[in-house]
């Protein structure tokens, strides 16, 4: 979304060749786009390339750069460093800049693909092998403001059955969870996304055997889903869940990690 077409042109202001600057305590600006538009705004944060700037009736957009008049970036470029030297929070380097009254609004088409077939291991009356898939996610944003600072969590479900039989292995875990960053996103554009791997058995007996309960001799784990959960900051922005029952009954509060047996997730 163009900032500067969405609003109504201004008086040209005279280009300031010299300007005492506060970034505590920042002021109404005439900011100019490379095409000539004009719009009253201050800034709000610098965060990479990109400027959040907020208008008069306090809706906040954040625009590259590059969008704005030579004049203007010079003003963006310093503004960051004095602001960087007054300890400011919203300057590179300092986390995302997150604007204000954001109406969030996303696409995400989720897709499973195995990445490994594992090889096969022989075990005690018979063999078996751990594949490794992953959840392909694709987020549009349609919030109609470019955004960074994303980051997905999610969980991938399985249900162990067949892992759960081979008794010399370690517990296996009924979920596989992290978090992961997003790229910038610009309003209308899509960016795909991948979750870590999940291992998914395949356990196969000799054919003179069977399992102790008479079930039969081949048995694989189950795949069941994912859900999915995107932030900007500190807020949940999006979420995704696949429609089987064990993921729909699963319990993830928001203040729960990804992974709970990691003290810290990427």
């Known amino acids: 979304m163009n900032l500067f077409s969405q609003l109504p042109r201004l008086a040209l202001a005279s280009s300031l060749a010299v300007f005492t600057l506060h970034p505590s305590s920042a002021e109404m600006r005439t900011f100019t786009d490379t095409q000539g538009r004009k719009i009253e705004a201050e800034i709000v944060g610098v965060s990479g390339s990109k400027v959040t700037l907020k208008l008069a009736s306090g809706k906040t957009y954040t625009i590259p750069l590059t969008k704005l008049s030579k004049d203007d970036q010079f003003f963006v470029e ?13 300057t590179e380097g300092a986390g ?11 696409e995400l088409d989720v897709n499973k693909e195995r990445i490994k077939k594992g090889d096969k291991t ?53 979920f596989y969870g992290g978090r992961v960053k997003v790229d910038p996103l610009d309003d209308g554009d899509s960016v795909l996304v991948k979750t870590g791997s999940a291992k998914v058995m395949e ?26 959960k995107v932030w900007h900051g500190d807020k949940k922005v999006a979420e ?27």
């Not at 995302?96 to 996303?106: A, E, G, L, S």
């Not at 079930?215 to 994912?226: A, I």
């Not at 869940?241 to 810290?264: F, H, M, R």
């Open 78 to 90: 310093v503004w960051a460093d004095l602001d960087k030297k007054e300890g400011g929070q919203k």
């Open 240 to 266: 995704y869940k696949t429609s089987n029952s064990t993921v729909k009954e699963a319990k993830w509060t928001d203040d729960e990690p990804a992974d709970p047996n990691s003290e810290s997730e990427e």
């Open 203 to 228: 356990l196969e007996l000799d054919g003179d055997f069977v399992f102790n309960d008479g079930s039969r001799n081949k048995l694989d784990d189950d795949l069941e889903g994912v859900w999915i």
């Open 122 to 174: 022989r075990v005690d009356r018979g063999e078996y092998k751990l594949d490794e898939w992953i959840f392909k996610v694709e987020l549009e944003n349609r919030s109609q403001v470019d955004l960074e600072g994303l980051e997905m969590s999610y969980r991938i479900y399985v249900d162990t059955k067949a892992s759960v039989k081979l008794g010399s292995l370690e517990e296996p875990p009924k």
């Open 96 to 106: 995302p800049v997150i604007p204000d009254d954001v109406n969030y609004r996303f």
